[in-house]
């Protein structure tokens, strides 16, 4: 039993069977806290505890759908190919809301990691929380972060956009369509930008822009917060 328990199969079998009871639920339910990706973590975390398989094990088969995330990131340039004529023609409101979305961010990381006294390098593995976790990974290593605190942070922050996004954009009466994926990519990157590409093509093609963008922004102000 321990050799199934240590195979990278497992992690993968359980991780996908994880996400398909997630999303069957949130088509049962249409609960927007029933995200599909909380559900699975909150079901891979209660098997491996029942089980007390370690994490260890499990993530042998973690690792391997962890290859996925720079191709499915990179997969996200076709919505973004599709509608270039729209960024060739409003691609300076488009910089200028990518670079106010990552300031905004960085900012209210950094002065709230300094209200509550945290050190620097927890302040660095959660300076990088709302961008993608290839560039979070790789700007909290830089900074001398803890590469799994920034990994929840990321994934923390992707959940919330992805459950409150719609909400918000209602709440604030956004009802442009660029305003609505520029917005929800450049503070829940690609899971915000899953919901987006439901709400429609625009939303989701701006949502993957904001993502590269604001990514690219968040490593340069990231080096100027240090010096």
């Not at 990179?74 to 300031?103: F, M, N, T």
């Not at 442009?176 to 429609?200: F, P, Y």
Request: aromatic content about 6%.
């Amino acid at each position: 039993m321990n050799e199934l328990f240590e195979s990278p199969v497992f992690g993968i079998v359980l991780s996908a069977l994880a996400y398909w009871a997630g999303q069957a639920l949130h088509r049962r339910t249409r609960l927007t806290a029933l995200n599909p990706l909380l559900v699975a973590i909150a079901l891979v975390c209660a098997v491996l505890l029942v089980l007390g398989i370690p994490y260890e094990s499990y993530d042998q088969g973690g690792s391997v759908i962890n290859l996925l995330l720079l191709p499915a990131t990179a997969c996200l340039a076709v919505p973004i190919y599709q509608k270039r004529a729209l960024l060739r023609a409003h691609w300076l409101p488009i910089l200028v809301g990518c670079l106010c979305g990552s300031v905004a961010s960085l900012c209210s990381v950094f002065v709230l990691c300094r209200l509550f006294g945290l050190d620097a390098q927890m302040t660095a593995s959660l300076l990088p929380k709302s961008v993608t976790t290839p560039i979070a990974v790789s700007v909290s290593e830089q900074a001398g972060g803890v590469v799994p605190v920034t990994v929840v942070a990321v994934i923390f922050t992707g959940i919330l956009g992805s459950i409150f996004a719609p909400a918000l954009i209602r709440l604030f009466r956004v009802r442009d369509d660029m305003e609505a994926g520029l917005s929800i990519g450049a503070c829940s990157h690609a899971m915000g930008t899953s919901k987006a590409l439901e709400l429609g093509q625009t939303q989701g093609a701006m949502s993957g822009l904001a993502i590269g963008m604001c990514g690219l922004m968040t490593v340069i102000l990231s080096l100027l917060l240090r010096l």
